[in-house]
């Protein structure tokens, strides 16, 4: 069955630094979306990419986030100096059409120290 | 405002004790509500997808409903395998972006 892939699982990284998440969204898929879920809260809307630029984006997503599609298959997720509220976990999920279900990646858990 | 909520918070069933979790929506415009489980430390996996009123999906003991204000998701005669927390979303028309609730912990007990 085709899923998400998602790495690393877990990052660790100093406060400051520039970290990228990756994301291998099932192949055929066309819309592909980063959330966000801090520890015991809900899941959080980041972002939606499609036909090759940012289709939405939330209040979240400021200038210190970026997403980019570099080659047929990736899809990533770049916070440049992370902040402590940073930590959560970072989901990945893509749709194949606009009225069809997001399949979900298993995550990413990013702590920030 | 979009928004979705959910009730009740938690909810614990003794195993084959069939049960309704709530989901309250807000949106301009509905182009769909989403149910997804979810277990610890994973990522949300799809159940359902309604898209009107009156609109009713099944998949084993589980069944969602939709009206204009709100959709319920039946447990039917739940097994302890069914422990986990489940989310409801929604996305409005002409819009990407997916608003979720914040879920109901479900516990079965054998």
């Known amino acids: 069955e085709p899923e998400v892939t998602q790495t690393p699982s877990h990052q660790v990284t100093q406060m400051g630094q520039e970290v990228i998440l990756r994301c291998v969204p099932i192949s055929n898929h066309l819309y592909f979306y980063w959330y966000r879920q801090i520890l015991g809260q809900k899941v959080e809307f980041l972002v939606s990419f499609y036909n090759n630029e940012i289709s939405e984006k939330s209040e979240i997503f400021d200038d210190q986030f970026s997403v980019e599609r570099p080659d047929g298959s990736n899809f990533t997720l770049k916070i440049r100096s992370t902040k402590l509220e940073d930590s959560a976990m970072y989901f990945c999920a893509s749709m194949g059409g606009a009225n069809t279900e997001a399949f979900f990646g298993q995550g990413t858990r990013l702590t920030v120290v | 405002e979009d928004q979705v909520t959910q009730s009740p918070e938690a909810l614990r069933l003794q195993e084959g004790e069939s049960s309704s979790l709530n989901c309250s929506y807000t949106?301009?415009?509905?182009?769909?509500l989403f149910w997804y489980r979810q277990d610890p430390g994973k990522g949300p996996e799809f159940l359902f997808t309604l898209y009107s009123a009156g609109e009713e999906k099944e998949k084993e003991r589980l069944k969602a409903t939709l009206t204009k204000k709100e959709s319920f998701l039946h447990i039917t005669a739940p097994k302890p395998e069914d422990s986990a927390t489940y989310l409801c979303a929604v996305q409005a028309r002409g819009g990407f972006k997916t608003i979720f609730g914040a879920g109901t912990r479900l516990f079965v007990k054998a």
């Open positions: 949106v301009s415009g509905l182009r769909g």
